[in-house]
């Protein structure tokens, strides 16, 4: 089983070596000739190292002004024709785990080209702008929680992710907590809400969100104390009555 693991390590740790190198040898391609959304400029400090789709580029460089200690983490922002379950994923980039120090490291973003609805699929930067930067904000929550942790111990995230729902509920309470903590907060919410409120978003994924991850009402709680001990404190009277 260890022999196993370990060829799996080195088959991948070899891919992604070819492919980091591959995406960031055209990264000047990609960015140069691209024409900027964002028509003022403001956001483009927090382009450094970063591989970004035109057609998402202004508001992912949005969303990642919210994370200053990402200015200069190499992110590469992908898209994909399909993820089986979700509609984003970052990761780190398994080379780099390897052969660069805990600063340099690589991570990727995975990002559903289109998000496929019962009806039809929409583009993904076609979402209103609030739910686009929760989501890629929750996202930049996971990467940020990465950033501090070893090389082994994000080997052993991955695996317990994929065997352990509970260990999934508790990387994702992380990820959520660390975008409320950079001022995301309401963008979460109208993620959250948008996912689960919405009639042509599958159910399937409606069931997973509830299961797995916190509710707005959880949120809201985190953004303003406040109001939580509001709702408390209601609770408390109607249950009086």
């Known amino acids: 089983m260890i022999y196993l693991i370990l060829n799996i390590i080195i088959s991948l740790n070899l891919m992604s070596i070819y492919n980091s190198s591959d995406r ?103 979402l209103p702008k609030d739910v686009f930067l929760g989501w890629i904000g929750h996202e930049l929550g996971h990467i940020q929680d990465y950033l501090n942790r070893s090389s082994l111990n994000l080997l052993g995230f991955g695996m317990k992710y994929y065997l352990s729902d509970a260990f999934i509920t508790k990387a994702e309470i992380a990820a959520d907590s660390y975008a409320v903590a950079h001022g995301l907060g309401e963008k979460i919410i109208a993620t959250k809400n948008f996912v689960l409120n919405h009639d042509q978003i599958p159910l399937a994924y409606k ?26 404190e209601n609770d408390q009277s109607i249950e009086s009555l």
């Open 24 to 126: 960031y040898d055209k990264k000047e391609m990609l960015t140069v000739n691209e024409v900027s959304q964002d028509s003022n400029g403001k956001f483009e400090k927090f382009a450094t190292n970063k591989i970004i789709p035109s057609e998402i580029r202004a508001m992912t460089l949005e969303a990642l002004s919210y994370f200053p200690d990402l200015i200069n983490t190499k992110i590469d922002f992908q898209f994909k024709k399909n993820i089986s379950g979700s509609v984003m994923q970052a990761q780190p980039k398994v080379g780099s785990l390897f052969v660069h120090a805990k600063d340099n490291r690589s991570y990727k973003i995975k990002i559903s080209r289109y998000l496929f609805l019962e009806d039809n699929p929409i583009p993904i930067e076609d």
């Open 207 to 232: 069931q997973k969100i509830e299961a797995l991850y916190l509710s707005p009402g959880e949120i809201l709680s985190m953004v303003d104390p406040d109001m939580d001990e509001e709702i408390e």
